[in-house]
């Protein structure tokens, strides 16, 4: 995938300790918070990243002028959760594989209705195609099938007064609330979806969704809680009952990040003073990039995804850092 409308600054080599693999060419590039915006959610957000080939490491610095493209920004897989002066909400978009296009849900603020959006790579509108939505949900993550597009509707509720106030995220977590799964047809406009409840996960980010036959999808996802640790679930949704089943997937980890720590097929730490960011599987590879709050030190750390504890075949060293965020995407 190519970065469109966010050309590096500057290109800075950058020291690398260790040997990077020689598989990995591209960008790892994280969305940060903009100084000027109201919420650290909110658009338009800030990239920066790595761009490692040839086993070397540049530095990628995007342009003074920060790109407001509502909503999917100039990075569709770093697009903001949040674009307050306008009320959308966004969720994490997916890119769809065979036409190059990125999907998304927007959800309007009380409006009743929501927006399945399809855009081009450089975040360009293609297509929007509305729907019911009643409330005020925030739909957090999407996956697509051939015939579906499914939604994770998340434990949240939207408070107005915060959202008056402007200082925090407008939607809380409600206690008790369980999360839902929406089954969205790709077929037509104002198609009301199906709901499924999905059990009380606090986070469910979806990985991917297939067609089992005509009468069954199946999603998985990791699923959260506070205190445990995460993991990866199947879901099976039965079209024609309207049911919903799952199991934990055995043998397969779910890579995360908590703290200074990274979890999947074992446990690294990246030491006192760092707080770990969201890892990236590449191939066989976990990337990751980290902050040291106390030093100001920066790092991009390449470990190998089947043996987390051997910790970094390499790592970067950045030369100042810009700190971590949960929106994490490798380009090509």
């Known amino acids: ?17 260790g040997e990077l693999p ?7 590039v994280q969305a940060l918070p ?10 338009p957000l800030v990239h920066s990243g790595v761009r490692l080939g040839g086993g070397a490491a540049t530095w990628y610095r995007e342009p003074r002028s920060v790109c407001r493209k509502v909503p999917f920004g100039p990075i569709p897989a770093l697009a903001p959760s949040l674009w307050l002066d306008e009320a959308i ?3 994490r978009p997916v890119l ?3 036409t190059g296009h990125w ?5 309007y603020q009380g409006l009743g209705y929501a927006e399945h959006l399809t855009a081009a790579p450089d975040g360009t509108v293609l297509r929007a195609v509305p729907f019911p939505l009643s409330g005020s949900p925030f739909i957090s993550s999407v996956a697509l099938t051939e015939r579906f597009l499914l939604m994770v509707d998340p434990p949240v509720a939207y408070h107005r007064a915060a959202a008056l106030v402007g200082v925090r995220l407008p939607y809380q977590e409600r206690v008790g609330r369980r999360a839902f799964l929406g089954l969205l047809p790709r077929c037509g406009a104002f198609i009301e979806p199906v709901w499924a409840p999905l059990g009380r996960y606090q986070e469910v980010r979806t990985l991917r969704a297939a067609e089992d036959g005509y009468s069954r999808v199946t999603l998985d996802a990791v699923c959260r809680n506070p205190g445990e640790d995460a993991h990866q679930r199947r879901f099976t949704v039965d ?4 049911r919903i089943s799952s199991r934990r997937l055995t043998g397969v980890h779910a890579v995360v990040a908590c703290g200074s720590t990274v979890s999947g097929a074992g446990t690294w730490d990246l030491g006192p ?18 902050h040291n709050a106390v030093t100001r030190q920066g790092a991009l750390f390449v470990l190998p995804a089947g043996n987390l504890p051997a910790g970094p075949t390499a790592w970067v060293e950045l030369p100042v850092s810009v700190g971590v965020g949960d929106r994490v995407a490798w380009l090509r």
Do not use: K, Y
Request: aromatic share 4%; glycine share 10%; charged share 15%.
């Open 1 to 17: 995938m190519a970065v469109l409308d966010a050309e590096p600054e500057v290109m800075d080599r950058l020291a690398v300790h």
């Open 22 to 28: 020689v598989e990995l060419a591209g960008s790892l």
């Open 34 to 43: 903009n100084p000027r915006a109201r919420h650290p959610l909110a658009g």
């Open 89 to 91: 909400t966004v969720a």
């Open 96 to 98: 769809e594989s065979q």
């Open 103 to 107: 999907h998304t849900v927007a959800a």
């Open 239 to 242: 079209l024609l009952s309207g």
């Open 273 to 290: 003073g760092w707080t770990a960011g969201q890892p990236v599987m590449v191939g066989a590879w976990v990337l990751l990039f980290g």
